[in-house]
């Protein structure tokens, strides 16, 4: 695909031979339905794919295309475009594995943010290192763990993240941030917060133990396990993908990024309270004052789960994720988020956050 920019000074036309430098990884008009699981048909301005952090720290550098907004993009397993992106998304591909250190109890691994997370799951449960295996073929790839630490059956990001790699964008350094550093919450770091739009995550470093203690506890996975006679960190990653394949809608074959909403946690006084006329309310205790709610449990009590509104709708299985039946746009299915938020508002009074991106 061939760029074009107006020419009238010589400071431009050195950006333009910048831009020819970078040609066959640049793209113009670009188009992302490939790029998100949602299957939104829209486009962005430019294009970018690196391989390697110096690629990145090269063109950041070199700025052939200085001065628009940019948006780094895993697998868009996580995001909604609601509208074609007037900037810039750039995209690692750099993937591989590679042993930081090793003792007899626990190995440090150092991971490409191009990797699928899936396959680095594998990786260690085919090795026997433990502190993966529970989150199991959850879509996307190494660099947005970190950003979003993500979470399932008991396990988040964060326990096993030892140290995150990332390109400042405004001054081209790379800088390292350690667990601590990262100020993990639930579905939630400083990349989502703070740092926003402001790193590019080039490699990820996980802590994993070769004494595996597995953990089971959560949901059906021991239900799962029950005639399974030496459970061991295959065996849990096998359970978690078959209690997801039943649960979860293939992005591959509908449209959608998991969970849309956050479970949201609120005061167990209020948790209480609500018990009074929803005895069968879904909450875990999470502090001394504090407990979550099953955002999918408040949105099946709304008449919700399985409901099909046009071209989009919720999954019959799991109310918590909104689908896409083929050419819904960013919009509708945003619109159906807004209507789902005050539904639950109006019957419980508790706000549901989104926990997918809205670009
Ligand atoms: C069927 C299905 C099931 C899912 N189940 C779960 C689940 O169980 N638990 C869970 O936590 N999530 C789940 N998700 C959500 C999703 O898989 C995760 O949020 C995943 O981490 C997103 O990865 P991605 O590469 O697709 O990121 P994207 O969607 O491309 O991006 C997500 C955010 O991270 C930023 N980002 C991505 N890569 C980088 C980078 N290298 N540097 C800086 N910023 C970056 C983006 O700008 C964006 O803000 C599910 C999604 C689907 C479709």
Request: net charge neutral; charged share 25%; aromatic share 10%.
């Amino acid at each position: 695909m061939l760029i074009h920019i107006v020419i009238n000074s010589t400071f431009i036309n050195v950006q333009l031979y910048n831009l020819y430098r970078f040609m066959d990884k640049l793209f113009e008009n670009y188009c992302l339905k490939k790029h998100n699981t949602f299957g939104i048909d829209v486009n962005t301005k430019y294009y970018y794919e690196f391989s390697s952090t110096e690629e990145i720290v090269f063109f950041l550098r070199e700025n052939p295309v200085s001065n628009i907004k940019k948006l780094i993009l895993g697998a868009g397993s996580n995001i909604v475009f609601t509208k074609d992106f007037d900037g810039i998304v750039i995209r690692p591909r750099d993937r591989g594995v590679q042993i930081v250190e090793e003792t007899k109890e626990t190995i440090l691994l150092k991971v490409g943010a191009g990797e699928v997370w899936d396959n680095f799951v594998n990786y260690c449960c085919k090795r026997n290192y433990g502190g993966a295996e529970n989150l199991s073929l959850i879509p996307g790839m190494v660099g947005a763990t970190p950003v979003q630490n993500i979470g399932a059956y008991g396990v988040e990001a964060k326990d096993i993240i030892e140290e995150v790699e990332a390109v400042n964008i405004d001054t081209q350094e790379i800088e390292k941030f350690n667990n601590e550093d990262c100020k993990f919450e639930y579905r939630n770091s400083i990349f989502k917060k703070e740092l926003k739009g402001k790193y590019i995550v080039t490699y990820v470093t996980y802590k994993l133990s070769k004494t595996p203690i597995l953990n089971i506890n959560y949901g059906k996975v021991k239900d799962e396990l029950k005639n399974c006679i030496n459970i061991d960190v295959n065996s849990v990653r096998e359970a978690i993908i078959n209690i997801r394949n039943r649960k979860l809608p293939d992005p591959e074959k509908i449209g959608n990024a998991g969970s849309f909403f956050k479970n949201p946690i609120i005061d167990n006084n209020r948790t209480q309270e609500l018990k009074i006329d929803f005895s069968d309310i879904v909450s875990y205790k999470v502090s001394e004052t504090k407990d979550k709610i099953a955002a999918g449990w408040l949105i099946e009590q709304c008449g919700l789960k399985g409901k099909n509104f046009g071209k989009v709708g919720t999954y019959k299985d799991q109310a918590l994720v909104i689908v896409n039946y083929g050419d819904a746009t960013g919009n509708d299915i945003f619109n159906l988020a807004k209507d789902i938020q005050q539904t639950v508002y109006d019957k419980f009074g508790i706000i549901i956050d989104m926990e997918v991106n809205i670009v």
